[in-house]
């Protein structure tokens, strides 16, 4: 009886420990991935700045991102593209309608995006991040940009985010000229 009772107990402890190493390994996949695509950027620094190059070139066409947090927000997104040969900025909030501006500026504004998407290299930035333990609440966010040569990124997370400050300044570019627009200014 005592053998028996060893044997089940062995047995279950290695089925316990066999879905945990599973689950290990999938883990270590997913963040191996990661390490491995930053490490790789990391060794073809040529590669990017040739990229970074052709993007001075090519220009932006649209930038998009949006921040959804516990608050209503009167600017939650912004999103600045050429449209018909002018560069539009449209804005909607959390509690109002999307708007959209013509700018006259519109094509610095592009400029200064562009630069904070190639200085923060955004163009690498991954499909989605996500911490390890899933909270109720916090924020999620969203990017995408587009160059005028067809290439573009699409990001997006919730309670996490790449590392560097390109999302902030992404933000704070953005949403300073739609709060402005908006009659919101800080």
Same mark, same amino acid.
């Given at each position: ?12 402890? @290695?089925? *316990? ?8 390994? !999938?883990?270590?996949? +997913?963040? &191996?991935?990661?390490? =491995? %695509? ?37 600017? @939650?997104? *912004? ?8 560069? !539009?900025?449209?804005? +909607?909030? &959390?509690?109002t309608e =999307? %708007? ?77 000229r739609a ?8």
């Amino acid at each position: 009886m005592k053998i028996l009772k060893i044997t089940v107990l062995v047995i279950a402890l @290695a089925l *316990v420990g066999g879905t945990f190493t599973a689950e290990a390994k !999938v883990k270590k996949r +997913r963040s &191996t991935t990661r390490k =491995e %695509k930053t490490v790789k950027n990391k060794k073809t620094g040529k590669n990017m700045q040739t990229k970074n190059e052709q993007c001075k070139r090519c220009g932006l066409d649209m930038v998009e991102y949006q921040h959804q947090g516990m608050m209503m927000q009167p600017v @939650a997104e *912004v999103r600045l593209e050429r449209k018909n040969g002018k560069v !539009v900025l449209a804005t +909607r909030g &959390t509690v109002t309608e =999307e %708007k959209e501006f013509v700018l006259d500026d519109g094509e610095q504004l592009l400029k200064e995006a562009l630069a904070i998407i190639e200085e923060e290299k955004m163009l690498d930035y991954g499909v989605s991040y996500e911490p390890e333990i899933q909270p109720l609440d916090g924020y999620a966010w969203s990017f995408a940009a587009r160059l005028a040569d067809g290439r573009s990124v699409s990001s997006h997370g919730h309670n996490a985010e790449p590392g560097g400050e390109g999302l902030s300044k992404i933000e704070k570019l953005l949403f300073a000229r739609a709060r402005k627009l908006l009659g919101w200014d800080d």
